[in-house]
């Protein structure tokens, strides 16, 4: 079935009676709506009779160059709802006619919004279209909810909940089983903003992928609370700016809870937030992950704006928490900053790593940091823990971990505010939670100074290589040996290291196949002399090379020197000691 060029079906109701309902069963065939065409059921304005709802079993389903379906309630009465059972596939992409492809249920009137359900193997969609359940006057929005194996939604495309009145937002719901792509600001949010509530947003998935500026919001810009946003997902990867995020302005924020059953990575400059604009608390964070990896610039923050607090950030990881070049941080410029709470197994913060809840400005407190490590807290490179204040007092900072190793550590003094320059850049780690004016917080560290107190100086005496001859069984072999010395016109060497003295060079030996293989090695080499004599053993003053391993003699010391001279050593004691006449 095509529907094309503007073409309408509708059914509505302009008075007190009952709306129609609006059906199409194609038994496997495909629906295409196309080029502003619309199947359209609505309540008119004024009407108390309930609008009458649209129904579709097809195989697949087309919206295209400003294709709709379209549920409404201008009036007190309810609006009829829309539910879409495609067998294979639903496409939602572009614009036409002056209209944007999707599907809409609307309430602009006292009456409630119709509820919107997609039921398809795959839903893709894709150039700014829309699917959405909105309400712009008292009436409450109508539940959106999305059932599918692979979600997509590129390209500015938008799957949302609103309000933009005084009644309450929508809910959305989506159930992708195996896979949910968002990608080049493609958007899944519920969001309020006038002064009605915001929905919230749940979500499931295997596989999350959230790229190139797309979102996943719960919002209310207006005076509403905000909703909550809940995900439930195998594996999430979060990159290249994109968000996941629960935002407010004056009323309460919403809260970002995610439970992620294998690795969660945030990396380049993509962020888990929650904010606050104005006077309202930015909500809770909350992620259970195996593994949470935050990279190249990638973030979790709560943060105040404004007056409000910052929200609290517990972040619970059974194995591994890396973060490289990544910030956590819950903080604020004039309210309190937010709790931070960490638990893992192993814990690294790498490469210039933020976990702030400090206070730029107002009385607010810094907020209390606690990071726990069942195994190991390792930080290094310039990484920093602070929980600084201005006027509040600077917060609590606790590190419990039986190893806890730091790249030149230090607890360093007050600097609050936005700028961390005092600690950024100078290669140290730093831990703070002072207060410019009001009381310094406490910070506590595991006792390192069994580290300290551990480390053995080395001895300043060097072991002669008379001494490694003398008592090795190159001196100790007690049975008759043939031998045979080549001293040449310059000696032998002082010690096993040297070079020959001599001033003719001595080939190596080879087989007699390699020389008739070979007859250009037969020729005599040419002199080389050299002109001054070299060191034949280190003494004071003399550049120090780097060891490149050690090996252990039969007396049980530990020598180290470079590769050559060890294989030297090496040689020498198989050919004597394990000689066998």
Request: negative net charge.
């Amino acid at each position: 079935i095509i529907l094309t060029n503007n073409a309408q079906v509708n059914a509505r109701t302009l008075q007190s009676g009952q709306g129609g309902n609006i059906t199409f069963n194609t038994f496997g065939g495909d629906l295409l709506i196309d080029q502003g065409s619309a199947i359209n059921a609505g309540v008119g304005a004024g009407a108390t009779g309930n609008g009458g709802g649209i129904a579709l079993n097809v195989g697949s389903l087309g919206l295209f160059n400003g294709g709709q379906l379209i549920s409404t309630t201008a009036g007190s009465g309810t609006a009829g709802s829309i539910n879409v059972n495609a067998s294979r596939s639903v496409a939602i992409a572009g614009a036409g006619q002056g209209k944007i492809s999707g599907m809409f249920a609307e309430s602009t009137g006292t009456g409630q919004a119709g509820d919107l359900t997609i039921n398809t193997p795959s839903l893709l969609m894709q150039d700014g279209a829309v699917v959405s359940v909105t309400t712009s006057g008292s009436g409450m929005g109508g539940r959106l909810s999305i059932n599918t194996n692979q979600l997509r939604v590129l390209s500015n495309a938008e799957i949302a909940a609103s309000t933009t009145g005084t009644g309450m937002g929508g809910i959305l719901t989506v159930i992708a089983t195996q896979s949910t792509e968002l990608d080049s600001g493609g958007k899944l949010s519920a969001r309020s903003t006038g002064s009605g509530m915001a929905g919230s947003l749940f979500l499931s998935s295997d596989r999350l992928s959230v790229q190139n500026g797309a979102q996943i919001t719960v919002s209310s810009t207006g005076s509403g609370n905000a909703g909550n946003l809940d995900m439930n997902v195998g594996t999430a990867k979060i990159g290249n700016g994109a968000r996941l995020a629960a935002d407010n302005n004056t009323g309460i924020g919403g809260n970002l809870q995610m439970t992620v059953g294998r690795d969660l990575t945030i990396e380049n400059g993509a962020e888990i937030s929650t904010s606050s604009n104005g006077s309202g608390t930015a909500g809770r964070i909350g992620i259970t992950s195996k593994n949470l990896f935050l990279r190249s610039g990638g973030s979790i923050t709560s943060r105040s704006t404004a007056d409000g607090n910052a929200g609290s950030i517990n972040l619970n990881v059974r194995d591994r928490l890396q973060v490289n070049r990544g910030e956590i941080s819950a903080s604020s410029e004039r309210g309190g900053g937010g709790q931070i709470d960490i638990f893992a197994k192993s814990i690294l913060l790498n490469d210039g790593s933020l976990i702030s809840s400090s206070v730029s400005d107002g009385t607010g407190g810094g907020g209390n940091i606690t990071i726990r490590a069942s195994e190991i807290f390792l930080a290094f490179n310039d990484s920093d823990i602070l929980a600084n204040a201005q006027f509040g007092d600077g917060g609590t900072i606790v590190i419990d971990a039986p190893i806890f190793i730091a790249d030149l550590f230090a607890t360093v003094g007050r600097n609050p505010g936005k700028d961390f320059s005092q600690f950024r850049g100078n290669d140290r780690v730093d831990i703070s939670a002072s207060s410019v004016f009001g009381l310094s917080g406490s910070v506590q560290i595991p006792d390192i100074s069994f580290i300290q107190n551990s480390v053995t100086k080395l001895n300043g005496e060097f072991v002669s290589s008379e001494k490694i001859v003398a008592g090795s069984c190159l001196a100790r072999r007690a049975v008759g040996q043939s031998s045979f010395v080549v001293t040449g016109t310059g000696g032998i060497p002082r010690n096993p290291y040297g070079q020959a003295v001599g001033r003719y060079d001595v080939a190596q030996v080879k087989a007699f196949s390699d020389l008739a293989s070979n007859p250009a090695s037969q020729s005599s080499p040419q002199n080389t002399m050299p002109t001054t004599t070299p060191h034949l053993s280190w003494k004071s003053g003399d550049p120090i090379r780097e060891a490149q391993g050690f090996i252990i003699t039969p007396d049980g010391r530990v020598v180290m020197g470079t590769n050559p001279q060890l294989a030297a050593i090496v040689d020498a004691e198989d050919l004597v000691c394990n000689f066998d006449p």
